[in-house]
Every structure is written in C-alpha cells, then in structure tokens.
T-cell receptor, first 115, second 114 residues
Framework: ETGVTQTPRHLVMGMTNKKSLKCEQH?????MYWYKQSAKKPLELMFV???????ENNSVPSRFSPECPNSSHLFLHLHTLQPEDSALYLC??????????????FGNGTRLTVT | SQQGEEDPQALSIQEGENATMNCSYK?????LQWYRQNSGRGLVHLIL?????REKHSGRLRVTLDTSKKSSSLLITASRAADTASYFC??????????????FGPGTRLSVLP
C-alpha cells in the first residue's frame, strides 16, 4: 500500500470519449503531481498543485485538464485524446516545497490506451 | 536541461553480485534522489542525498554524490532477484517558485538473474 491511490488501474478509451483519472493521497501532503510515462521516454511532469493551487503547467495540451478540489484529491480530465497519449499516468504527492527536501510518493498509475 | 542521465541503460547481473548505476546532471541541485520502479507499478523512493552530503547508506543501498563532477552513483550490494526493476535518479534544484522541481532521467533497467 503506497498511501497514494489511483483509479482506474487500466483505461481504454476512444478518441472522442471523455474520461477522468482519480488520485487520492492519505499522507497529509500538501502538493500533488501528475506525471506521464511513455515507453522509452523519461517521466514527464504535467501538472503540479501546491495547497490546491496549480503552480506549474508544463505546456500540456488542453485536452488534459487537471482539477484539485482539496489537498487529498487530484483529478485529470481527459477529452478528445490522441493515440500518442497512450501511456502510464502517475500521480504523486509530497510535502511541499523545495526547502523540505521531501521525496515524491507515487501511486501505481493508470495505464491509458487510446484507440 | 537539468535532466539526469542514468548509465548504463540496462544492466544484467547474477544474484549475489553488486550492481552499480550512475547518474549525471547539468546544473547545481538541492538534492538528488533515487527511485525504483517495478514493471507496471509506480515509483518507490529509495534514498535522498542533499547537495552538502557525499555518501549515504540504507540497508544494501549506498549512494554517493560528487557535486564537482555533477554525478551520483547507486550501489546495490548482494543483489537479489527481487531487485530486478528500473532505477531512476531525480534531481531537485533551487528555484524561486514554491513548487519543487523534480526532473527524472530515463532510468537503468536492472535484471538480477537467479
């Protein structure tokens, strides 16, 4: 049990579908992250939320829309995706910020396949 | 880019041997962290070493940091089949922004053969 729970574990969707990924952390952290992990590419940071405010958006296409209603929950809303968006989407949390030198705690990810 | 680069990309050893993985980065850092990822799972944090530290141990893991060479190494001693996984280094560097700046390398795929 990692303390960070992601649902669903697997998701197959068509390019015209709308779906959402959910992440919940039980560690009392105040920062949450979405990462994308594609085959043969390094982890790509997509979004960072600190104290429920988005502090970074790494030039992610608008078909990905994050939502952070509170410090324990993070969503990634998906809309009109492309096949190249197929990847493992990882959620992480940490005790922000840089002065705490705190590590990331990851969920087990959602394996997304866009058909 | 600040991205760390692990070396080698893949490593295959026999059970009981030691495994050494290296990470290089480009600019000054707050800390450097090592993570492990089993196939299809999330990353698990192993060790964090601060920029003013040179060596750190945790069980069978030993991490060194050489800020003059901008490099770090992860040593796993007496490896086990269960150590088979991908290992990533992540660098975190000082920034005025409140959020942390973690950048991951592409990873080393370690296979420990029984």
């Amino acid at each position: 049990e990692t303390g960070v729970t992601q649902t669903p574990r697997h998701l197959v969707m068509g390019m015209t579908n709308k779906k959402s990924l959910k992440c919940e952390q039980h560690l009392g952290h105040n920062a949450m992250y979405w990462y994308k992990q594609s085959a043969k590419k390094p982890l790509e940071l997509m979004f960072v939320y600190s104290l429920e405010e988005r502090v970074e958006n790494n030039s992610v296409p608008s078909r990905f829309s994050p939502e952070c209603p509170n410090s324990s929950h993070l969503f990634l809303h998906l809309h009109t995706l492309q096949p190249e968006d197929s990847a493992l989407y990882l959620c992480a949390s940490s005790q922000d910020g840089a002065r705490y030198n705190s590590p990331l705690h990851f969920g087990n990810g959602t394996r997304l396949t866009v058909t | 880019s600040q991205q760390g680069e692990e070396d080698p990309q893949a490593l295959s050893i026999q059970e009981g041997e030691n495994a050494t993985m290296n990470c290089s980065y480009k600019t000054s850092i707050n800390n450097l962290q090592w993570y492990r990822q089993n196939s299809g799972r999330g990353l698990v944090h192993l060790i964090l070493i601060r920029s003013n530290e040179r060596e750190k141990h945790s069980g069978r893991l030993r991490v060194t940091l050489d800020t003059s060479k901008k490099s770090s190494s992860l040593l796993i001693t007496a490896s086990r089949a269960a150590d088979t996984a991908s290992y990533f280094c992540a660098t975190d560097w000082p920034d005025d922004n409140y959020g942390q700046n973690f950048v991951f390398g592409p990873g080393t795929r370690l296979s420990v053969l029984p």
